[in-house]
């Protein structure tokens, strides 16, 4: 015997409510997830549609009270299906319950009351609507002939909905047979909440692709034309024109009738993508992102829905645009991390638009300037399609890069923060009347600790990561666990110069305004953008050049486009590279890459500094020679050897609780639980060890890492697991999540 897990009203509030049906059996063998059936509901014979959302072995109730489903609405494929559907993966992939996921692909909570304004117009000529007039009789169409006349009367604009409902008697059943006979129409467009001011965006024309972005498009749309399109990868160096190829697609898409998702990594670039997209494309661009209003959220979900908006910008969520016709999902910058949603569900946006676009029939086109190791490595087994721009648009030449070694500045006696290097060309490109960014790449809390003369790191002997240093003055693996004392003089060349780097933005900061103190300096971090809006103002600010120095982190690399920019320094390459995780190397090629590409822009040449103690490194060499492929080369025998994604696959218990006793005694029991399946199946185990940040708020933080080549497998175990602490009461009070890369 089957049940069905059935929901009745998708739309809003009652995704949690599921309800337990019979499958009867002539049905069992075809009923699916996502498939509308028809069940009893309520008292009497009543009945309603409903979707069903599980099919399991058990019912969890009394059997004899357990209802039966009635039929099989076979004829709707509705949107709501495809999107049960890809919670159902979801789920599966990357372990949650089934409310868990259905509020990730149904983000909307409250149904809205609609914002009312309807205008009516005339849908003919003026002469043919005369030509109606005369032939009605007057005492029986009284109403219908007195609204033709006032739309007569009323010219272009029509009427007001409302109030020609109230003066004029402009009922339904008024208006509807007009409508039926095509002489008016009745408008809604301007109903619709619109989060951003249209007025304010401009519209251009579409630009000519030059030659390199042609053959691109060419290679995308000979891909497209094969039976089985596969995912395409868009690697253009910053600024080739990647959004102009994208342009060019979306057009394709639309004119098919179908419709388009942009994904974008973070809320800060949705008004500069929209911006861009607005001009080209107008009414049809809208955006979706959890900083709307939940009556603008809600009313995107409908212009979607109804065919009203067509290109959906967003960050990760917006892949759950509910488009009834989907033919294009474009993920922008893809090897962002925050394509990876940090709370459960652990889905990423890269592989969730991979599914949902084979399951509907869509394309997925995924552009950077550094491709994450993922798509890159499905590009050489073939599972995407590699497509290249390798030059700037108009032949802007990429920034010339040095590379300064800090051990020498050390040695040479600059303890500075500011290499020699580093001031000079801040000096020139000022002199010069050019902009400055300078770039704090840290992101992480516990640090790592070098050695400021020989620049010799503490790793750990296991997992070729850095350690990172705790309160207590121990050092360690967040990966297996082990721990160390930190070193008071560098094992390696005995200099007492080891320690962490400490300097933050505010540092730089002193330094620079001593350095350079008749410049105009702006400083962005997380302390200085809390405040709503001032993102955007220390933003506007550098971009209408009324500073000359642009101090901060990350937040300063991705995508803005400053024209005046003609040096980009960063002030300790080794921030990100020895992070302790093994996407470190990739993580500074990227951050080094972009943030050397925000220089030369414009119509000057740009140029880059990097500061290291570690030149030799390939990631840094590869920033410096704009040569992707090659750290490609180095990063995958590495990961190879080491066994680390993409070349083999991971699933990682995040676990948290207040007790930091009891949480390390479920970790313990957890790693047994893994070490019964690990003869069999040859998993590798790490850990548990402390999380990087191993307590927030009070709650404790704990990883285990379980290593396989096959995900599939890993996906069994995590089921395993699933019930093992479901079954567990000693686990009630630890919280676990699990994230599969
Ligand atoms: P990417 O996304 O690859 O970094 P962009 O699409 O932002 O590059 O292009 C960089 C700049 O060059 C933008 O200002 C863009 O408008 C301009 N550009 C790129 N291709 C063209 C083109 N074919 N015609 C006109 N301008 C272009
Ligand atoms: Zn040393
Ligand atoms: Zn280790």
Redesign the pocket.
């Known amino acids: 015997m089957k049940y069905a897990g059935v929901i009745i009203d998708i739309s809003h509030e009652k995704v949690d409510r599921s309800f337990t049906y019979r499958i009867p059996e002539e049905m069992e063998k075809d009923l699916r997830i996502g498939m509308v059936v028809r069940v009893p509901f309520g008292r009497g014979d009543h009945s309603r549609k409903g979707y069903v959302v599980s099919i399991s072995e058990e019912s969890g109730y009394d059997p004899s009270l357990v209802k039966t489903i009635l039929s099989v609405e076979n004829s709707e494929e509705t949107t709501e299906s495809r999107m049960i559907v890809l919670a159902a993966w979801i789920r599966e992939t990357y372990g949650c319950t089934m409310i868990q996921a259905l509020r990730t692909v149904f983000p909307i909570q409250e149904k809205m009351r609609n914002k009312e304004k309807r205008r009516i117009c005339l849908a003919v000529e003026r002469a043919v609507v005369e030509e109606k007039l005369a032939g009605l009789s007057p005492s029986r169409y009284k109403a219908r002939i007195r609204l033709l006349e006032a739309l007569l009367a009323a010219g272009d604009e029509g009427l007001d909905g409302t109030a020609a409902a109230r003066t004029l008697g402009a009922v339904p059943s008024v208006t509807g047979p007009l409508v039926r006979e095509g002489l008016i129409r009745i408008e809604e467009d301007n109903t619709w909440r619109i989060p951003f001011d249209r007025d304010s965006l401009p519209r251009e024309m579409p630009?000519?692709?030059?030659p390199e972005?042609s053959e691109a498009l060419a290679q995308i749309l000979e891909e497209w034309e094969t039976d089985a399109p596969r995912p395409v990868l868009l690697h253009?160096?910053?600024?080739?024109?990647?959004?102009?190829?994208?342009m060019e697609l979306i057009r394709r898409v639309l004119s098919e009738g179908k419709q388009v998702i942009v994904l974008i990594p973070e809320i800060a670039l949705t008004y500069q993508t929209l911006r861009?997209f607005y001009a080209q494309f107008g009414d049809q661009v809208s955006v979706l992102h959890s900083r709307l209003s939940a009556g603008e959220r809600y009313d995107q979900f409908r212009r979607a829905r109804e065919g009203d908006a067509r290109i959906m910008v967003g960050p990760r969520s917006a892949l759950f645009t509910p488009f009834s016709s989907l033919g294009l999902i474009i993920i922008?910058e893809e090897h962002e991390p925050a394509y990876a949603s940090e709370s459960t569900p652990r889905y990423h946006a890269r592989e969730t638009a991979v599914f949902r676009a084979s399951e509907e029939g869509a394309r997925v086109v995924m552009?950077s300037?550094t491709p994450s190791m993922e798509a890159y490595f499905k590009t050489c087994s073939g599972e995407y399609r590699l497509v290249s721009?390798k030059g700037?648009?108009?032949e802007r030449a990429l920034p010339a890069v040095s590379v300064v070694d800090m051990r020498r500045e050390m040695q040479e006696g600059n303890r500075s923060i500011l290499s020699r290097t580093l001031a000079e060309a801040m000096k020139t490109s000022l002199d010069q009347g050019g902009q400055v960014m300078l770039f704090l790449n840290r992101r992480g809390y516990a640090g790592f600790v070098s050695c400021r003369s020989c620049g010799y790191v503490v790793k750990c002997r296991h997992c070729d990561v850095s350690l990172s240093q705790h309160r207590n003055g121990k050092m360690i693996c967040h990966y297996c666990g082990y721990e160390t004392e930190t070193p008071v003089v560098c094992p390696s060349c005995g200099s007492r110069y080891i320690g962490g780097f400490r300097a933050g933005t505010e540092q730089v900061e002193q330094v620079v305004a001593k350095a350079f103190p008749e410049a105009r300096i702006l400083r962005m971090d997380l302390d200085t953008t809390r405040a709503k809006g001032s993102y955007d103002s220390i933003l506007s600010a550098f971009t209408t050049h009324s500073a000359d120095i642009l101090i901060g982190t990350q937040m300063i690399v991705k995508?803005h486009?400053f024209p005046d920019v003609t040096l980009v320094g960063i002030i300790s390459a080794d921030l990100s590279l020895n992070e302790s995780d093994f996407r470190s190397g990739e993580r500074t090629m990227q951050l080094l890459m972009q943030a050397a590409?925000r220089a030369g822009?414009g119509s000057r040449n740009g140029m880059a500094v990097i500061q290291t103690y570690h030149p030799e490194h390939y990631s840094i060499k590869a920033a410096a020679s704009h040569d992707y492929e090659s750290f490609y080369k180095e990063e995958i025998s590495y990961r190879m050897l080491m066994e680390y994604p993409p070349c083999s696959h991971m699933l990682i218990l995040h676990a948290t609780c207040e007790n930091e006793e009891l949480l390390q005694k479920g970790m313990f029991f957890l790693r047994q639980f893994a070490e019964r399946n690990q003869d069999r199946t040859g998993i590798r185990i790490i850990g548990p060890a402390p999380e990087s940040i191993g307590r927030i708020k009070d709650m404790y933080r704990m990883a285990l890492y379980l290593r396989h080549p096959e995900e599939k497998l890993l996906i069994r175990i995590r089921k395993n697991l699933e019930k093992y602490i479901e079954a567990n009461t000693g686990f009630r009070t630890i919280y676990i999540q699990y994230e599969l890369r």
């Open positions: 630009k000519q692709l030059n972005q253009g160096v910053t600024g080739s024109g990647k959004t102009e190829v994208y861009r922008d552009g300037a721009l700037r648009y108009e995508g486009d590409g822009r």
